[in-house]
């Protein structure tokens, strides 16, 4: 398994993976040194990753290979058919997936994505629009819903 650390403008972030993909995209909340080497495995992640937070990228195209099981893969899939700038529901998400009754479940495999913002689990929310619950700090959370849906200033004149 091979690890790089990057700096994104969310903090220091770890990205770990293979040549069967990307296994883990983490942002940390302490300091680390950035990786100056960047192994073949995860250089496309790295290059993706500063297109997207520079506002180039809205998908991600890279190999994932994440851990989990066989229902947070389902959840985790599911995430990734919601289209960037737009958000959904806690609710919705376990409706898609054919259980409202699952929600919490779907929560708790929702808090345990471990390929940040490329399965964008940030773009779940509570029901009445409220940013809930985000692994990586609300702050965070709510940083990339603008940063994937800024609010276009209109001109008066």
């Avoid at 790089?4 to 990307?22: A, H, K, M, S, Y």
Wanted: aromatic share 10%.
């Amino acid at each position: 398994m091979k690890t790089v650390f990057i700096n994104t403008p969310l903090g220091f972030t770890e990205i770990q993976g293979d040549e069967n993909g990307i296994s883990k995209i983490h942002v940390m909340n302490e300091d680390v040194e950035i990786s100056t080497k960047i192994p073949k495995e995860l250089k496309e992640a790295v290059l993706q990753l500063q297109d997207y937070f520079d506002g180039k990228r809205t998908t991600f195209t890279f190999p994932l290979n994440p851990s989990g099981t066989d229902f947070q893969k389902k959840v985790w899939n599911e995430l990734l058919h919601i289209p960037f700038g737009k958000t959904c529901s806690y609710l919705e998400l376990s409706k898609k997936l054919g259980d409202v009754k699952a929600i919490r479940a779907v929560a708790s495999a929702n808090g345990k994505n471990p390929l940040w913002i490329v399965v964008p689990c940030h773009r779940v929310i509570g029901t009445d629009g409220s940013l809930t619950g985000y692994a990586g700090g609300l702050w965070r959370k709510k940083w990339l819903l603008e940063h994937e849906n800024p609010v276009k200033q209109e001109t008066l004149f």
